[in-house]
């Protein structure tokens, strides 16, 4: 009934009728960048911590002492039972054993410096085969491989491409010559974070346990990855209060304070706007809505006049609003989730990666994100045309039928 009055040819004449497609109009556009705003909020929260995660881990066990990886001093040597305490917990998805060392890189014509990080045989790669852009990651057996993968900033860098030869220079102590390791390019990454990117080499474990005379049990730290972010702050502080005394625990968000601050500071702006939106929604249901009924004052007048009650009345004009909203809202989330697909799909708008440590603007909504936005703001809208709704019992018939 709602729909044909509105449709209908007088109708569209009126007055209102410009005001009333604006209003949808604001609706849908709302709607458009409230989804936005959430996709790409969750896309790069997801994005740079899953970045990060994939190099570092969630949490880093080390030694309390600054850990220069020159001699076994500043090792940890985890034992079983702590291992195995480890593994316990259902958070963690796996527990990587890591050497890491500083060195100088140098080739025929340049050279620069980086940490060379230490994989064992049962390291999981498969986050970094994620962001391999050629080769593949180093084959690590019984026999120790030369083989690296290095990130393509550096390869560039260092005007190095995959099977080239390159030489990287160890400490060995203050009174002994450092060593010198010939490496080969196996593989080269980007996984567009900059910070991460220019700073790690993946190569054999045993390169550096044997420059700094460590066993095989001797480690720089050991890598824990969780299953879900979200249980990041619960874990480390669990690990932190159960570990050995001469352990450290840090976790990502710790050592990465200023970039996680950052995405919270996101998170901020994206719930400023979504309040924005919100308000010039209902601002436009309850100015289409008032406009409605100024328009309507004689017929209101009519009604009451034919013995309709106001509550019957008032209840056709939210009627008609809440037409007007769900009309604007489906238009809202077909144009927004046609737009956040083809960015999703085409990657069409690309970001400055050592910004917003990102190579373009990742997308990422959950149909339980789009459920939510949805109800909170057609609840909203609707409880906004509660209140203009009551003019309609301020509406005399007597002031507004003329007799000729």
């Known amino acids: 009934m709602t729909k044909k009055i509105i449709d209908a040819k007088p109708y569209k004449n009126s007055i209102s009728a410009p005001i009333i497609k604006i209003g949808v109009l604001a609706i849908s556009i709302s709607v458009i960048v409230m989804i936005i705003s959430v996709a790409v909020g969750l896309g790069m929260q997801i994005e740079i911590k899953d970045k990060i995660s994939s190099i570092e881990g969630h949490i880093n066990i080390t030694s309390f002492k600054n850990i220069s990886n020159e001699n076994s001093k500043n090792s940890i040597i985890p034992k079983n039972e702590f291992l195995n305490w480890l593994e316990s917990i259902p958070q963690i998805s796996r527990i990587e054993k890591i050497v890491t060392k500083f060195g100088i890189i140098r080739t025929p014509v340049e050279f620069d410096g980086g940490y060379f990080k230490g994989i064992s045989s049962d390291y999981n790669l498969n986050k970094i085969e994620n962001f391999l852009v050629e080769g593949r990651p180093p084959f690590i057996s019984q026999e120790i491989s030369k083989n690296v993968i290095i990130s393509k900033s550096l390869a560039d860098k260092l005007k190095l491409n995959l099977g080239n030869n390159f030489q990287m220079l160890f400490s060995r102590g203050e009174d002994a010559a450092p060593s010198v390791i010939a490496f080969n390019v196996s593989g080269i990454y980007n996984s567009g974070f900059e910070e991460l990117d220019s700073k790690y ?162 997308i990422s909504i959950e149909f339980y994100h789009l459920f939510l936005l949805n109800t909170i703001i057609f609840t909203i809208c609707i409880c906004s045309i509660l209140i203009p709704s009551f003019l309609v019992s301020k509406v005399n018939p007597k002031d507004t039928i003329k007799f000729n």
Not at 202 to 212: K, L, P, V
Not at 265 to 292: G, Q, Y
Not at 353 to 362: A, D, F, L, M, W
């Open 201 to 362: 080499i993946f190569g054999d474990i045993r390169h550096i346990q044997r420059i700094n005379k460590w066993s095989e049990n001797q480690i720089s730290s050991l890598e824990i990855h969780l299953k879900n972010h979200h249980d990041l702050d619960l874990i480390s502080e669990l690990i932190y209060e159960n570990s050995p005394s001469n352990f450290d625990v840090v976790s990502s968000k710790e050592k990465y304070f200023s970039i996680f601050e950052w995405i919270e500071l996101f998170d901020k702006n994206i719930v400023a706007i979504l309040f924005i939106m919100i308000v010039v929604a209902s601002i436009n249901i309850i100015s289409v809505l008032v406009v409605l009924i100024l328009e309507r004052t004689n017929m209101i007048g009519v009604l009451k006049a034919l013995g309709a009650t106001n509550y019957s009345i008032r209840k056709y004009f939210i009627y008609t609003s809440m037409y007007l909203i769900i009309r604007g809202v489906i238009y809202g989330n077909i144009i927004g989730i046609f737009l956040i697909f083809l960015q999703k799909k085409f990657k069409i708008i690309n970001l400055d990666s050592n910004i917003y440590y990102v190579e373009n603007i990742p």
